[in-house]
């Protein structure tokens, strides 16, 4: 079980440019999750998918944040164009299908928009 | 979603049993309560999950009373590896893939 696999690690870019962040679940978990820490805010929901469908995205802050699930193996989430406040650690997380299952995270992506 | 109430920091020593106390007063009949870990620059960890009473395995014990209003996080003889956020979370049954987490108590083990 390799876990969930989150790239890249660190990312570093300038206001205004494209950002995407990708991750790879659990192979044969079917929801998947996009979170988001940062100090102030601490750990906030902002997507999720079951069987490759957004079920909420309630938690998106803007239209500038978009997630794609092409398939039950891969997920981006994207910010265009990115900003200062943007910066932040992003997790990604899978979890079974079965009601209370645990959430299996990666070790995230630290993002920082100068 | 049931709102959660845990202590900012704690502080102990090595060999020590350390209990972390959650309140969770609008719990509601159908939600279970589910402890993450969280060391620096990892992404959260699921330490245990219970409905009511005592659940315990390998890493920790959750103490959960007849009211379910609260529960206690029991870690039996922290080492200095079990600093980290601890994150008390109620899982709702109707919604129970979304998880919110509050600000979690931040634990440190001295030496």
Known sequence: ?114 | LAKTTQPISMDSYEGQEVNITCSHNNIATNDYITWYQQFPSQGPRFIIQGYKTKVTNEVASLFIPADRKSSTLSLPRVSLSDTAVYYCLVARGDSSYKLIFGSGTRLLVRP
């Open chain 1, 1 to 114: 079980d390799a876990g969930v696999i989150q790239s890249p690690r660190h990312e570093v870019t300038e206001m205004g440019q494209e950002v995407t962040l990708r991750c790879k679940p659990i192979s044969g978990h079917d929801y998947l999750f996009w979170y988001r820490q940062t100090m102030m805010r601490g750990l906030e929901l902002l997507i999720y998918f079951n069987n490759n469908v957004p079920i909420d995205d309630s938690g998106m802050p803007e239209d500038r944040f978009s997630a794609k699930m092409p398939n039950a193996s891969f997920s981006t989430l994207k910010i265009q164009p990115s900003e200062p406040r943007d910066s932040a650690v992003y997790f990604c997380a899978s979890s079974m299908g079965q009601q209370y299952s645990p959430l299996h995270f990666g070790n995230g992506t630290r993002l920082t928009v100068t």
